[in-house]
C-alpha cells in the first residue's frame, strides 16, 4: 500500500511540480508572483478538450495547437495588460492576478458551463503491474512528460541564446538592458512559456482527474511547492511538487483523510522553519 500511494503521489506531485514551474519562471523573470497560473492550466486542459472531442484532431497535432494558442495568450497578456502595470506595488500585481483568476474561471464556466468533463488518457486508461504494484498508464505518462519537459527546460536554458538571455534578465533587470538584450521581449516569452508549461499540466492532469471550470484551485497546492523548493529555482520547482504530492497522498492514506487537504501547508510550514530560503533557494544578505 505505501509503494502504491508513494507512485501515485508522485504523479500528482509532477503535475503540482509543472504548475510551481510557472510560478518559477514568471517569478524569476518579472518578480510577479502570478495567482491566476492555476487558471492557465484550466484553460490549456479547455483547449485540449475542444480539440479532440469537437474538432476531433489528432493528439500530437492538439498537443501543438493547444501550446500555440496558450503561448500566444500569455504573449498577449503580457503586452497588454502586464506591460502597463510594470512599476506598480507588489500588492496590486497580486490583486490582479488574483482578480485574474476569478475572471478567467467565469469566462470558463460561460464558454464550457459549469459540468465536469470526464477526459480518456491517450495512451488509455490500463495499467502496469511491478508484481503486486500496479501503476496507471496515465500516471506513468505524467512521470515521463514531466521528466521531458523538464530536460528541454534545461536545455534550453543552458545552450540557446534566449534561454541565457532570460536567465541574464532573471539577475539584474538593468544590465540585461545595458548588455543590449530586449528586456520587454523576454518578459513575453516568459509569459508565453508560463502558459505553456500549464497547458501541459492541465493536459496530463484531466485524465486523472477532472476537468472542470474549478480545476485550478489545484494551483493553490503548487504555490506552496514553488515556495518549499525556494521561490525562483526551476529544480526546486519539480522537488517541491514530488515532495508535496507523495506526503499528502501518504497523509490521506495512513492519517485521517481530512488531514490530507491540509499536510502540504504542513509540511511546508517545517520546512521553511528550519531553512526560510526554501529547499534550493539562495539566503541573500544586504547591507545596511
Known amino acids: 500500500m505505501f509503494w502504491q500511494l508513494f507512485i501515485s503521489g508522485a504523479a500528482m506531485g509532477c ?13 524569476r523573470a518579472t518578480e510577479v508572483v502570478n495567482f491566476a497560473q492555476g487558471e492557465f492550466m484550466m484553460l490549456g486542459a479547455f483547449v485540449a478538450f475542444s480539440f479532440t472531442s469537437y474538432a476531433h484532431t489528432p493528439f500530437w497535432l492538439t498537443v501543438v495547437l493547444t501550446l500555440g494558442i496558450m503561448g500566444v495568450f500569455g504573449m498577449l ?6 506591460r502597463f502595470l510594470s512599476g506598480e506595488p507588489v500588492f496590486s500585481l ?8 476569478l475572471f478567467m474561471r467565469s469566462i470558463a464556466g460561460m464558454i464550457w458551463s459549469t459540468d465536469t468533463y470526464a477526459v480518456r488518457s491517450p495512451i488509455g486508461d490500463g495499467v502496469v503491474r511491478f508484481g503486486s504494484l500496479a501503476v496507471a498508464h496515465s500516471d506513468l505518462l505524467v512521470m515521463a512528460m514531466t521528466g521531458i519537459l523538464v530536460l ?11 534561454g541565457i538571455a532570460m536567465k541574464a534578465t532573471s539577475q539584474n533587470h538593468f544590465a540585461a538592458y545595458l548588455m543590449g538584450i530586449n528586456v520587454e521581449r523576454i518578459f513575453s516569452v516568459v509569459w508565453a512559456l508560463s502558459a505553456m508549461v500549464a497547458a501541459v499540466a492541465g493536459m496530463l492532469l484531466a485524465p486523472i482527474l477532472f476537468l472542470h471550470k474549478d480545476m485550478g484551485f489545484i494551483g493553490l497546492k503548487a504555490f506552496p511547492a514553488a515556495v518549499l523548493g525556494g521561490f525562483g529555482s526551476i529544480p526546486g520547482a519539480v522537488v517541491g511538487g514530488l515532495i508535496i504530492g507523495i506526503s499528502e497522498n501518504l497523509a490521506g492514506g495512513f492519517l485521517p483523510l481530512w488531514v490530507k487537504d491540509i499536510f502540504a501547508y504542513l509540511v511546508l510550514l517545517a520546512v521553511l ?11 541573500e544578505r544586504k547591507k545596511v
Open 152 to 162: 528541454l527546460l534545461y536545455l534550453f536554458f543552458r545552450f540557446t541564446d534566449l
Open 77 to 82: 497578456l503580457d503586452r497588454v495588460v502586464m
Open 273 to 283: 522553519i528550519v531553512r526560510p530560503e526554501g529547499l534550493f533557494g539562495i539566503q
Open 15 to 27: 503535475v503540482y511540480g509543472l504548475i510551481a514551474l510557472g510560478f518559477v519562471l514568471v517569478y
Open 94 to 101: 497580486i490583486i490582479f492576478t488574483i482578480g485574474l483568476s
